[in-house]
């Protein structure tokens, strides 16, 4: 697909993109048709699923998932395996995910990189939000110019069968509703992503020629020596000559996952990423990172506070359900602290 120059500057424009540095992308907005919309369908769609159980079990349930995806938090990695654990990640983390994804599928079109025929293994797809980035995606520029149609092939890897459930039913009833030029095929595998070499069925040869990781790096060190194990595996066998790997992670995890402090230094940070595409098996192509705050240290989190309630925009519908399901006290609101990073092998 050619880049279109307005459809671009739409972008810019509405996610208030600033280039601080060759790297560093500052970003404060949205879009906000689609995104509020999306917004008040997921949201209707959680309380309509958490509200089918009983007070006392559902109290319960929420408490078991919300304390297993706090680890992140601290640095360990959750299990991902309880009852509502699907329903609170998508309270907690689906829209910046989303939003995450919805940008660096912008990046790739940006470079030129984006075809019309898309076959994508989603390694840790969760419920899909490389799919829902990419649906928004489409969504946004299907009003700029005319495409030939879409046909996207959306292979889920993912170990929870709860999370693809989840997220194939919300998108039936939200995604599949939106007129778009787009035809997309899900196919959904669902194993254990470390005993993925000891499986007689393999992945496809050759065939993707997008593969892609989404905030699915393992704080154990073990965990991700045996993770990266398997990645380089899939990319040297699965991604095709031509592909593109795009890696999303979050700006401090990825420094942490190599026992290093958080850097202003660029040459650092790029010896960083470099190390990371060696240890996966790929060769970088470039990388960007993106932060609401345009900063790369990380604010306090009441300095961060002030700044998403004077600058970011307000996940409104959302943040009722994380004050009534967990108890959240806090202002909500769209942020990002990722590095977007394309890599080929």
């Excluded at 995806?69 to 990640?89: C, E, M, N, R």
């Excluded at 693809?164 to 959904?188: A, H, K, V």
Aim: with cysteine; proline share 3%; aromatic share 16%.
């Amino acid at each position: 697909m050619t880049p279109n120059t307005k459809f671009i500057e739409f972008v810019i424009n509405s996610f208030q993109l600033i280039e601080k540095d060759e790297n560093l992308l500052q970003c404060t907005g949205i879009d906000e048709q689609i995104f509020y919309d999306l917004e008040s369908s997921l949201a209707n769609y959680i309380k309509s699923e958490v509200e089918t159980i009983p007070e006392d079990k559902r109290i319960l349930e929420l408490e078991k998932a919300h304390r297993d995806i706090g680890k992140l938090k601290v640095g360990a990695d959750p299990d991902y395996s309880f009852y509502l654990t699907p329903h609170v990640y998508f309270i907690r983390y689906f829209l910046d995910n989303i939003y995450s994804n919805y940008l660096a599928w912008y990046l790739v079109y940006q470079s030129g990189l984006l075809p019309t025929k898309i076959n994508i293994l989603d390694i840790g797809a969760g419920p899909g939000t490389v799919a829902y980035g990419l649906a928004l995606f489409l969504q946004s520029s299907s009003s700029f110019f005319a495409t030939h149609p879409m046909h996207i092939c959306y292979y889920s890897l993912e170990k929870q069968a709860q999370f693809q459930y989840r997220g194939l039913q919300f998108w039936r009833q939200y995604i599949e509703q939106q007129i778009m030029p787009t035809n997309l095929y899900f196919r959904f595998d669902t194993r254990d992503l470390f005993t993925y070499n000891e499986q007689l069925k393999v992945l496809p040869k050759g065939f993707f020629n997008f593969i892609t990781i989404s905030h699915c790096l393992f704080f154990d060190q073990e965990e991700k020596k045996k993770s990266f194990k398997v990645y380089r595996k899939i990319f040297q066998e699965s991604l095709s000559n031509d592909g593109y790997a795009i890696i999303i992670v979050q700006g401090r995890k990825i420094f942490r996952n190599y026992y290093l402090e958080f850097s202003e230094n660029r040459d650092i940070e790029k010896k960083l990423i470099e190390n990371l595409m060696a240890d996966i098996g790929l060769n970088l192509v470039w990388y960007k990172y993106l932060a609401s705050t345009g900063q790369r240290m990380p604010s306090k989190s009441r300095e961060y506070g002030i700044f998403a309630r004077e600058n970011l925009p307000h996940q409104k519908y959302m943040e009722k359900l994380k004050r009534q399901y967990l108890q959240s006290k806090h202002y909500s609101s769209y942020g990002i602290d990722d590095y977007i990073i394309l890599g080929k092998k």
